[in-house]
């Protein structure tokens, strides 16, 4: 069994879903995978067989760096299987990706992707990698961190307000992509002319969003966790403000946003089986009646299928009512009766006390008492 590498071209094939670079002399079948390779595909379809007289789909996904894949087009004759290392077309020359998918489930992931199979844009497979271009590939994929590190140099040189996050070389090294975040419209085309006589290659510049930037630089969130968006997350749903409000979270946007400065990926993970969950609840802008006063929402549990009212006249005192309680007392008022009291149907009542000591109630002359202390030694 191969030896993983340990160089600094391991650290850049991670970007690529490789837990090590491919080595020349072996087949490299479980190079392309490993545990937290977000770019990793699922199969489900693979030990399904195909009837007879259908002949097998003619496209392919392959994967490049970080969250780039695309489509494209077998010849006639040739079949490839996932984790092959395949030359494809590119404008100009080719490029160097890693097989993820093959067969029936592709044509599933283009019709997800809304990719038209019957398209002549789809680009061409043009043969498995041979040892050359995977040592070219290998080459090019080792000098991205020196070449971005040069690069914001360069920008920062000719006083230019945007900030270089990624390179990524084309696999046969004639063509370079600098990935670029900026707040403002940035006018680089003297810096694409200064990168085009520095590295000696075709400059492309892309620029991407602050969530993008995120998951390319990695980190860790405030639940301790590796990013989302750098470990297994693809793609980027809009996340808003009522999500949180549905969720019952504070407003806080110092607790809502994440390390890229917009709101937290994760608070659209349970937003719809919150929303599931509030359909079963009466409005929390219904004021309850009762003998005593009226009493008005102030939380709910969602889950525990309780809301939390207070009187008008009385808010410190806090009563947790079951939600068929409150259902039931508004019924009875919009029948024209009203209850005693919120106490008889109050599941907990929640006490708020004010302290006077921000600190606590324990005073500092409590050490000044003259009791013997035992010490065992």
């Known amino acids: 069994m191969d030896e993983p590498i340990k160089n600094n071209d391991e650290k850049s094939f991670l970007t690529r879903g490789c837990y090590q670079p491919p080595q020349l002399q072996y087949r490299n079948e479980s190079v392309y995978s490993h545990g937290c390779s977000k770019l990793d595909s699922y199969d489900w379809l693979k030990d399904i067989v195909l009837p007879d007289n259908q002949e097998k789909f003619d496209c392919i996904e392959v994967r490049f760096k970080n969250s780039r894949k695309d489509f494209y087009r077998i010849p006639q004759g040739m079949w490839f299987h996932p984790g092959d290392i395949v030359a494809v077309e590119a404008s100009p020359g080719h490029d160097i990706g890693i097989v993820t998918l093959t067969g029936e489930v592709v044509r599933l992931q283009m019709r997800k992707k809304r990719v038209n199979p019957a398209s002549d844009e789809i680009k061409k497979v043009y043969r498995k990698a041979r040892i050359s271009d995977i040592e070219k590939w290998i080459s090019m994929v080792g000098q991205e961190d020196q070449t971005m590190h040069r690069a914001r140099r360069i920008a920062t040189r000719i006083g230019l307000k945007m900030k270089i996050n990624d390179v990524e070389y084309q696999g046969d090294g004639t063509k370079a992509i600098f990935y670029y975040t900026a707040d403002e419209r940035v006018d680089f085309r003297e810096l694409i002319k200064l990168l085009a006589e520095t590295f000696k290659v075709r400059i492309e510049m892309r620029q991407i969003g602050v969530r993008q930037e995120s998951g390319r630089l990695g980190g860790l969130g405030t639940c301790g966790r590796e990013l989302c968006c750098a470990t297994w997350l693809t793609d980027f749903r809009s996340v808003s403000t009522n999500m949180a409000r549905v969720q019952q979270l504070s407003p806080n946007p110092q607790k809502l946003a994440g390390q890229c400065g ?47 009212y207070s009187y008008v006249s009385d808010p410190n005192n806090v009563l947790a009512i079951p939600v068929e309680k409150v259902r039931e007392i508004i019924d009875k008022n919009s029948q024209g009766q009203f209850p005693e009291k919120l106490e008889d149907f109050a599941k907990i009542k929640e006490q708020k006390v004010d302290f006077e000591n921000v600190v606590g109630q324990d005073d500092l002359r409590r050490f000044d008492r003259g009791d013997e202390i035992s010490v065992i030694v």
Request: net charge positive.
């Open 262 to 308: 917009k709101l937290k990926c994760c608070l659209s993970y349970e937003y719809a089986v919150y929303l599931d969950a509030l359909r079963h609840f009466p409005n929390s802008e219904i004021i309850l009646k009762t003998k005593k006063g009226e009493a008005v929402h102030q939380k709910t549990d969602i889950f525990n299928q309780v809301m939390w």
